[in-house]
């Protein structure tokens, strides 16, 4: 079965720093991009950032840069998102969503976690 | 990074069709083939149901179809079913971003 599945979210003050991981199962996890994409309580869907497959390119929204680091490990079939300098704003629903395309993201996001919560206050 | 335009709400009976439009820029929709659309129920994850622009996954609905004409993306359901009551977003390939619509709320009738 193809699936993700996030870990690492919490409760967090202001300024702190918190890092999120997404194993991913039941596909060749090299071959994908991969996203985060976010939702904060009752809004709608932000994405936050996106990798590579090989992990050679990154892409982040304005709303983060500077603030997050987008990473993977393909040995482990995990992905990371490390979040600094955390803001209220960044309190959502994080969920990270694996993408038809390869070499960059934006081709659709076929495949979701059932999201972790990171709340900053 | 301008996120994309979408009502933020529409409605319709059982058996007719609605059509969610999704409004960009010639940065986005208007200059990439690469639209896509997601339904999401409350407390669920989304689920993808057009890539593309206009192609479906295995197992979505043909009831489902989507849509261009310049900078305007479409999504139509057509013989609306209780179960289609969701939020709908679009979001589109734009370069280095991926820009997501505000989201639109079907609800029927």
């Known amino acids: 079965e193809v699936q993700l599945l996030e870990f690492g979210g919490g409760l967090v003050q202001p300024g702190g720093s918190l890092r999120l991981s997404c194993v991913a199962s039941g596909f060749t996890f090299s071959s994908y991009a991969v996203n985060w994409v976010r939702q904060a309580p009752g809004k709608g869907l932000e994405w936050v950032s996106a990798i590579s497959g090989s992990g050679a390119n990154t892409f982040y929204a304005d709303s983060v840069k500077g603030r997050f680091t987008i990473s993977r490990d393909n040995s482990k079939n995990t992905l990371y998102l490390q979040m600094n300098s955390l803001r209220g704003e960044d309190t959502a629903v994080y969920y990270c969503a694996k993408d038809r395309g390869a070499a960059a993201a934006g081709y659709g996001m076929d495949v979701w976690g059932q999201g972790t919560t990171v709340t900053v206050s | 990074q301008s996120a994309l335009t979408q009502p933020a709400s529409v409605s319709g009976s059982p058996g007719q069709s609605i059509t969610i439009s999704c409004t960009g820029s010639?940065?986005?929709?208007?200059?990439?083939?690469?639209v896509s659309w997601y339904q999401q129920h409350p407390g669920k994850a989304p689920k993808l149901i057009i890539y593309?622009?206009?192609k479906r996954p295995s197992g979505v609905s043909n009831r489902f179809s989507g849509s261009k004409s310049g900078n305007t993306a479409s999504l139509t359901i057509s013989g609306l079913q209780a179960e289609d009551e969701a939020a709908y977003y679009c979001?589109?390939?734009?370069?280095?971003?991926?820009?997501f619509g505000g989201g639109t709320k079907l609800t029927v009738l």
């Open positions: 593309e622009g206009t």
């Open positions: 010639s940065s986005d929709v208007g200059s990439y083939n690469l």
């Open positions: 979001s589109s390939f734009a370069r280095s971003t991926i820009p």
